[in-house]
């Protein structure tokens, strides 16, 4: 019956101790799961899972602590230093995993050994101060069995950190086992060198008041560990499978997606992998990005990835790489702050634009192919026709059929022809040496009707020019401007057969001199507002089609702006605006040129040639 009674005790003894060994390793797993979330955010929401770990983790060391008490003839006592331990302990846990992923606090090394120093002494204060600050006489320690249980919890502490430092995603349950036998080795070693005369005798009715206490207690705080294990392995198993539905939309997907630690490859998708022309992810994981990027680009990139805010994106830039064999890529590039295991990170999606570029290349050759055409078969047709007028004079005079007539003043009228033709030709191609003035369009505008006058009065046209009282000081060349304006009022002359009124007014308009010409005119249809401008198009029958391609270009060379609006049947309007400036000097004195300028048929800069003014004094000129 005794025999029967013993093996009844130590079953009961033994499911104690199981029962505290699995609730310390649940526990655990709670504790490095919810620590698991921590390293996916960098939120305050990261404080969250980490006071919820370290609450699991002390409640379930607490309860370990009571269940394996109760297969020793130790007492168990419920007090307020009882609940204060339960709290150190589970303050020090939140402390040891904050100074863990805390890289400001120096090396990993440094950081394991001080995380595990914490996370075994909440453990030890807990076992121990339970047992200190009960009703005790006298306690005796035996140094062996406490340096060793000490010993034992703080690297089984450490092992646990450092495993699920390593690969948090697949080492929670050895990192829990560890840290749950080292709990439970600490526990018992402990209890057997601890030796404890108390000054109390716990009546049988006082244990059973104790152990009624205990058992809810122990109960509810086994509910609390189970049901936030339930809840932690929902919400994981939630985030397991949106991230395998991440992960399958990242491998999928066309675009290259890749992952920056640092300044090196810490994941490439397939399609990366495929561009750059690696068939193995070893040929550039772990490696600097700037061995496949284009010198050219190295010090915006580094600027760019360089500073991390959270939450940023960068726009869209267009980045040379080299694959891995070497050859030349053209991408598209989004550079997207992002976190790696709980570390600032950089994500990339890279766009190959290799074809685009190809495409754009040729259009531009096409189309430069395309104006080439139209310039050669514009030229052959306008110069062709008064070279065959020459050729027939000449034909005529050579061979003695001309009859007295003189056929001279024809011949020079078709060679000026000829002359005019390419000359406005040169203006456009061929870079030429002008002078820079600061001009008051007022007078410019006074000059060019005076050129027109004649031309206006034998039309029948009437020409009326308002101004601003103030000067209006614009930056370029006069003879130039004239010429601008001299072929949009030629045009507008032309244009009204049985004359009219030619409203001229120039105004100073948001930094800008602002001149309308208006005529009256029938008007310009559409298709014809849409062509103005392009080479050799023109309405008239003697006309070279150069003329407002030549005033478009002045214009754009100005840094100026030219609009037409047109309605059939009332007439055109053309707006033309140049920059405001204002000159250093007044007086006659302002009218000088500072300085030998280029303007180039190919950009819209003016730029120096001797030096006296530079880009930088040249828009500062400009500025109103």
């Known amino acids: 019956m005794n025999e029967y009674i013993d093996t009844n005790m130590r079953t009961e003894l033994l499911v104690f101790l199981v029962l505290a060994f699995v609730i310390i390793v649940f526990s655990s797993f709670t504790m490095f799961t919810l620590i698991t979330h921590l390293k996916r955010e960098l939120s305050r929401r990261r404080h969250v899972w980490l006071l919820g770990g370290s609450a699991v983790y002390g409640i379930g060391l607490w309860s370990m602590h009571f269940l394996a008490l109760l297969s020793t003839n130790h007492y168990s006592f419920i007090n307020v230093p009882m609940l204060l331990s339960l709290f150190v302990s589970s303050g020090l846990a939140y402390l040891s995993f904050l100074m863990l992923g805390s890289e400001r606090m120096g090396a990993f090394s440094a950081r394991l050994g001080l995380a595990a120093l914490l996370l075994g002494t909440g453990s030890a204060l807990l076992h121990y101060l339970n047992r200190m600050f009960g009703p005790v006489e006298a306690f005796h320690f035996d140094p062996v069995m406490f340096g060793l249980s000490i010993a034992i919890i703080l690297l089984g502490s450490a092992i646990a950190l450092l495993l699920h430092e390593m690969n948090p995603e697949s080492t929670v349950w050895p990192a829990s086992i560890v840290l749950g036998s080292s709990c439970m080795m600490m526990h018992m070693l402990g209890m057997r060198g601890l030796s404890i005369e108390y000054s109390e005798v716990m009546t049988a009715e006082r244990l059973n008041e104790y152990y009624m206490v205990l058992a809810i207690m122990l109960g509810l705080a086994t509910l609390t560990i189970l049901g936030i294990s339930l809840m932690t392995r929902m919400s994981d198993r939630r985030y397991r499978q949106a991230d395998q539905r991440y992960k399958q939309l990242v491998e999928n997907s066309i675009d290259m997606i890749a992952v920056l630690d640092g300044n090196h490859w810490e994941y490439i998708n397939r399609s990366g992998l495929r561009l750059f022309h690696a068939s193995e992810r070893d040929e550039m994981v772990g490696k600097s990005i700037y061995l496949f990027l284009h010198p050219k680009h190295h010090a915006d990139t580094a600027h760019r990835i360089g500073t991390f805010e959270p939450g940023k994106t960068f726009p869209p830039e267009e980045l040379e790489w080299f694959t891995v064999s070497g050859k030349k890529l053209y991408t598209e590039v989004v550079i997207a702050s992002t976190t790696l295991r709980g570390r600032p990170a950089f994500q990339l999606i890279v766009r190959d634009i290799s074809e685009r570029k190809k495409n754009e ?165 559409k298709e014809q507002l849409a062509k103005m401008g392009q080479p050799f198009y023109t309405t008239k029958d003697r006309g070279t089609g150069l003329g407002l391609m030549v005033t478009f270009k002045i214009v754009d060379n100005h840094q100026g702006r030219i609009q037409a609006h047109s309605e059939m049947g009332e007439g055109a309007t053309f707006v033309i605006s140049f920059p405001y400036a204002t000159p250093p000097l007044t007086g006659e004195q302002a009218g000088q040129a500072p300085g030998t300028v280029v303007a180039s048929g190919k950009g819209t800069v003016l730029r120096t040639l001797n030096g006296s003014l530079d880009e930088t004094n040249l828009r500062e000129c400009r500025k109103p």
Do not use: C
């Open 361 to 525: 290349e040729l259009l531009i050759n096409s189309e430069k192919l395309y104006v080439a055409g139209q310039l050669a078969a514009g030229i052959a047709h306008e110069i062709r026709n008064p070279l065959t007028s020459l050729k027939g004079f000449l034909q005529l005079i050579s061979t003695g059929r001309s009859n007295g007539r003189n056929y001279f003043d024809i011949m020079k009228s078709e060679l000026n022809r000829i002359e005019s033709i390419v000359s406005e030709l040169l203006m456009l191609s061929k870079p030429q040496v002008y002078e820079l003035a600061y001009l008051d369009m007022r007078q410019v505008l006074d000059d060019t009707v005076m050129l027109l006058e004649a031309q206006a009065s034998l039309h029948n046209t009437e020409v009326a020019v308002e101004t601003d009282s103030a000067p209006l000081w614009v930056f370029g060349v006069e003879n130039q401007i004239k010429q601008a304006f001299i072929n949009v009022i030629k045009n507008a002359i032309e244009a009204m057969e049985d004359g009219g009124m030619i409203a001229i007014s120039s105004k100073l308009e948001d930094g800008n001199v602002v001149t309308r010409i208006i005529d009256q005119g029938p008007g310009i249809p």
